[in-house]
Protein backbone atom coordinates (compact mmCIF):
# COMPACT_ATOMS: atom_id res chain seq x y z
CA UNK A 1 0.00 0.00 0.00
CA UNK A 2 1.21 3.47 -1.02
CA UNK A 3 3.38 4.87 1.67
CA UNK A 4 2.76 1.85 4.34
CA UNK A 5 6.44 0.94 4.52
CA UNK A 6 9.80 2.67 6.56
CA UNK A 7 11.28 2.87 2.88
CA UNK A 8 8.28 4.47 0.96
CA UNK A 9 7.87 6.60 4.01
CA UNK A 10 11.18 7.89 3.57
CA UNK A 11 11.31 8.34 -0.23
CA UNK A 12 7.47 9.99 0.04
CA UNK A 13 7.84 12.51 3.06
CA UNK A 14 10.60 15.20 1.90
CA UNK A 15 8.07 15.59 -1.16
CA UNK A 16 4.64 15.87 0.70
CA UNK A 17 6.17 17.90 3.25
CA UNK A 18 8.18 20.03 0.49
CA UNK A 19 4.38 20.67 -1.27
CA UNK A 20 2.71 21.34 2.54
CA UNK A 21 4.86 24.08 3.36
CA UNK A 22 4.59 25.59 -0.43
CA UNK A 23 0.96 25.30 0.17
CA UNK A 24 0.56 27.21 3.80
CA UNK A 25 3.11 29.93 1.84
CA UNK A 26 0.85 30.34 -1.26
CA UNK A 27 -2.19 30.33 0.91
CA UNK A 28 -0.80 32.87 3.29
CA UNK A 29 0.48 35.23 0.41
CA UNK A 30 -3.13 34.87 -0.99
CA UNK A 31 -4.54 36.01 2.48
CA UNK A 32 -2.53 38.81 3.15
CA UNK A 33 -2.10 39.90 -0.06
CA UNK A 34 -1.59 43.91 0.40
CA UNK A 35 -0.97 43.78 4.12
CA UNK A 36 2.32 45.81 5.21
CA UNK A 37 4.01 43.40 7.15
CA UNK A 38 6.44 40.94 5.11
CA UNK A 39 5.80 38.00 7.01
CA UNK A 40 2.15 38.00 6.25
CA UNK A 41 2.69 40.18 2.92
CA UNK A 42 5.85 38.25 1.41
CA UNK A 43 6.15 34.78 3.62
CA UNK A 44 7.93 33.21 0.66
CA UNK A 45 10.90 34.76 2.69
CA UNK A 46 10.84 32.51 5.78
CA UNK A 47 8.52 29.86 3.88
CA UNK A 48 11.57 28.81 1.67
CA UNK A 49 13.90 28.82 4.40
CA UNK A 50 11.35 27.03 6.87
CA UNK A 51 11.03 24.10 3.99
CA UNK A 52 14.42 23.67 3.30
CA UNK A 53 15.18 23.05 6.98
CA UNK A 54 12.23 21.06 7.36
CA UNK A 55 13.05 18.89 4.25
CA UNK A 56 16.73 18.59 5.01
CA UNK A 57 16.07 17.09 8.49
CA UNK A 58 13.09 14.66 6.58
CA UNK A 59 15.95 13.63 3.77
CA UNK A 60 18.34 13.48 6.88
CA UNK A 61 16.30 11.04 8.64
CA UNK A 62 15.86 8.18 5.78
CA UNK A 63 19.36 8.54 4.41
CA UNK A 64 19.75 5.01 4.53
CA UNK A 65 16.81 4.02 2.48
CA UNK A 66 18.25 6.04 -0.52
CA UNK A 67 20.24 4.46 -3.05
CA UNK A 68 22.52 7.68 -3.35
CA UNK A 69 25.96 6.39 -4.44
CA UNK A 70 28.15 8.51 -6.37
CA UNK A 71 27.61 7.99 -10.12
CA UNK A 72 30.12 6.37 -12.07
CA UNK A 73 31.93 9.24 -14.55
CA UNK A 74 29.96 8.15 -17.38
CA UNK A 75 27.03 8.29 -15.77
CA UNK A 76 28.17 11.70 -14.20
CA UNK A 77 29.14 13.65 -17.99
CA UNK A 78 25.68 12.14 -18.91
CA UNK A 79 23.88 13.73 -15.86
CA UNK A 80 25.72 16.79 -16.70
CA UNK A 81 24.86 17.04 -20.42
CA UNK A 82 21.20 16.89 -19.84
CA UNK A 83 21.32 19.51 -17.18
CA UNK A 84 22.87 21.29 -19.36
CA UNK A 85 20.06 20.95 -21.79
CA UNK A 86 17.12 21.35 -19.50
CA UNK A 87 18.68 24.78 -18.62
CA UNK A 88 18.73 25.72 -22.19
CA UNK A 89 15.06 24.56 -22.15
CA UNK A 90 14.25 26.87 -19.71
CA UNK A 91 15.73 30.03 -20.39
CA UNK A 92 14.87 29.75 -24.13
CA UNK A 93 11.34 31.41 -24.33
CA UNK A 94 13.01 34.88 -22.29
CA UNK A 95 16.54 34.44 -23.80
CA UNK A 96 15.63 33.83 -27.91
CA UNK A 97 11.97 33.74 -28.49
CA UNK A 98 11.13 36.93 -27.37
CA UNK A 99 9.06 36.15 -23.59
CA UNK A 100 8.16 38.53 -21.38
CA UNK A 101 11.06 38.52 -18.71
CA UNK A 102 9.65 37.27 -15.19
CA UNK A 103 10.60 40.04 -12.86
CA UNK A 104 8.15 38.84 -9.91
CA UNK A 105 9.45 36.27 -7.72
CA UNK A 106 11.82 35.83 -4.52
CA UNK A 107 14.60 39.05 -4.71
CA UNK A 108 17.83 37.94 -2.87
CA UNK A 109 17.76 41.85 -2.23
CA UNK A 110 14.86 42.09 0.06
CA UNK A 111 16.21 42.66 3.16
CA UNK A 112 18.93 44.70 1.98
CA UNK A 113 21.47 44.71 -1.63
CA UNK A 114 24.23 43.82 0.73
CA UNK A 115 25.93 42.40 4.34
CA UNK A 116 24.69 39.76 5.58
CA UNK A 117 21.18 39.29 5.15
CA UNK A 118 21.92 39.64 1.66
CA UNK A 119 24.50 36.62 1.75
CA UNK A 120 21.65 34.63 4.06
CA UNK A 121 19.03 35.02 1.86
CA UNK A 122 20.86 34.49 -1.30
CA UNK A 123 22.45 31.36 0.46
CA UNK A 124 18.97 29.76 1.79
CA UNK A 125 17.93 30.34 -1.39
CA UNK A 126 20.79 28.21 -3.36
CA UNK A 127 20.91 25.98 -0.84
CA UNK A 128 17.38 24.95 -1.70
CA UNK A 129 17.60 25.25 -5.56
CA UNK A 130 20.53 23.41 -5.53
CA UNK A 131 20.63 20.79 -3.04
CA UNK A 132 17.41 20.36 -1.23
CA UNK A 133 14.90 20.36 -4.33
CA UNK A 134 17.31 18.19 -6.56
CA UNK A 135 17.03 15.73 -3.77
CA UNK A 136 13.59 15.38 -2.71
CA UNK A 137 12.20 15.78 -6.69
CA UNK A 138 14.50 13.01 -7.63
CA UNK A 139 14.34 10.80 -5.15
CA UNK A 140 10.68 11.27 -4.82
CA UNK A 141 9.77 11.09 -8.87
CA UNK A 142 12.83 8.88 -10.40
CA UNK A 143 13.92 7.09 -6.98
CA UNK A 144 10.55 5.82 -5.66
CA UNK A 145 7.41 6.56 -8.61
CA UNK A 146 8.81 5.88 -11.38
CA UNK A 147 9.88 2.35 -9.87
CA UNK A 148 6.83 1.76 -7.95
CA UNK A 149 4.40 2.24 -10.72
CA UNK A 150 6.04 -1.21 -12.33
CA UNK A 151 5.95 -2.88 -9.24
CA UNK A 152 4.76 -1.98 -5.71
CA UNK A 153 7.35 -3.56 -4.16
CA UNK A 154 9.50 -0.56 -5.72
CA UNK A 155 12.88 -1.45 -4.03
CA UNK A 156 13.16 -4.32 -5.57
CA UNK A 157 12.75 -2.65 -8.98
CA UNK A 158 16.20 -1.95 -10.38
CA UNK A 159 16.51 1.61 -11.14
CA UNK A 160 16.12 2.55 -14.97
CA UNK A 161 13.40 -0.32 -15.67
CA UNK A 162 11.43 1.01 -18.44
CA UNK A 163 7.32 1.27 -18.80
CA UNK A 164 5.39 3.25 -20.74
CA UNK A 165 3.13 3.74 -17.84
CA UNK A 166 5.67 5.05 -15.46
CA UNK A 167 7.38 7.02 -17.72
CA UNK A 168 3.93 8.80 -18.90
CA UNK A 169 2.50 9.48 -15.35
CA UNK A 170 5.97 10.69 -13.69
CA UNK A 171 6.41 12.95 -16.60
CA UNK A 172 2.70 14.66 -16.44
CA UNK A 173 3.41 14.54 -12.66
CA UNK A 174 6.73 15.96 -12.56
CA UNK A 175 5.55 18.58 -14.95
CA UNK A 176 1.96 19.79 -13.27
CA UNK A 177 4.17 19.98 -10.23
CA UNK A 178 5.33 23.35 -11.60
CA UNK A 179 3.33 26.20 -12.19
CA UNK A 180 1.21 26.73 -15.65
CA UNK A 181 3.53 28.96 -17.21
CA UNK A 182 6.85 26.43 -16.45
CA UNK A 183 4.71 23.51 -18.00
CA UNK A 184 6.55 23.29 -21.71
CA UNK A 185 9.85 23.14 -20.47
CA UNK A 186 8.58 21.20 -16.93
CA UNK A 187 7.07 18.32 -19.50
CA UNK A 188 10.50 18.15 -21.78
CA UNK A 189 12.59 18.17 -18.74
CA UNK A 190 10.92 15.32 -16.77
CA UNK A 191 11.51 13.50 -20.02
CA UNK A 192 15.34 14.40 -19.75
CA UNK A 193 15.59 13.57 -16.55
CA UNK A 194 13.94 9.82 -17.00
CA UNK A 195 16.62 9.59 -19.33
CA UNK A 196 19.32 10.11 -17.11
CA UNK A 197 17.41 7.47 -15.05
CA UNK A 198 16.86 5.06 -17.95
CA UNK A 199 20.52 5.24 -19.45
CA UNK A 200 22.77 5.38 -16.04
CA UNK A 201 20.35 3.35 -13.39
CA UNK A 202 21.57 5.41 -10.91
CA UNK A 203 19.38 7.98 -8.66
CA UNK A 204 22.41 9.97 -7.96
CA UNK A 205 22.88 10.72 -11.46
CA UNK A 206 19.41 12.19 -12.11
CA UNK A 207 19.96 14.21 -8.86
CA UNK A 208 23.07 15.75 -10.19
CA UNK A 209 21.16 16.24 -13.77
CA UNK A 210 19.01 18.45 -11.59
CA UNK A 211 21.25 20.47 -9.64
CA UNK A 212 23.36 21.27 -12.65
CA UNK A 213 20.11 22.76 -14.06
CA UNK A 214 19.27 24.64 -11.20
CA UNK A 215 22.70 25.64 -10.28
CA UNK A 216 23.02 27.43 -13.50
CA UNK A 217 19.34 28.67 -13.65
CA UNK A 218 20.33 30.70 -10.77
CA UNK A 219 23.24 32.10 -11.95
CA UNK A 220 21.21 33.10 -15.02
CA UNK A 221 18.48 34.28 -12.69
CA UNK A 222 21.60 36.72 -10.93
CA UNK A 223 22.46 38.13 -13.81
CA UNK A 224 19.52 38.92 -16.21
CA UNK A 225 17.08 39.32 -12.64
CA UNK A 226 14.14 37.61 -13.55
CA UNK A 227 13.17 36.57 -10.07
CA UNK A 228 10.01 34.47 -11.57
CA UNK A 229 12.23 31.50 -12.50
CA UNK A 230 12.84 30.30 -9.38
Known amino acids: ?13 PFFGFLAVLAVGSGLAHFFDGYAFWMASAPRYWIYPLQTLICAGL ?3 GWRYYALELPRPSAAVIATGIGLLALVLWIAPQQWLGAAPRLDGFEPAFFGADGWPYTLNLALRFLRLVIVVPLVEEIFWRGFLLRYLVREDFTNVPM ?10 VTVGFCLEHSPADWPAAALTGVL ?3 VAYRTRSLSACVLAHAVTNALLGGYILRTGQWGFW
Open 160 to 169: GTFSWRSFSI
Open 193 to 195: YNF
Open 1 to 13: MFGATPSERAYLA
Open 59 to 61: LAH
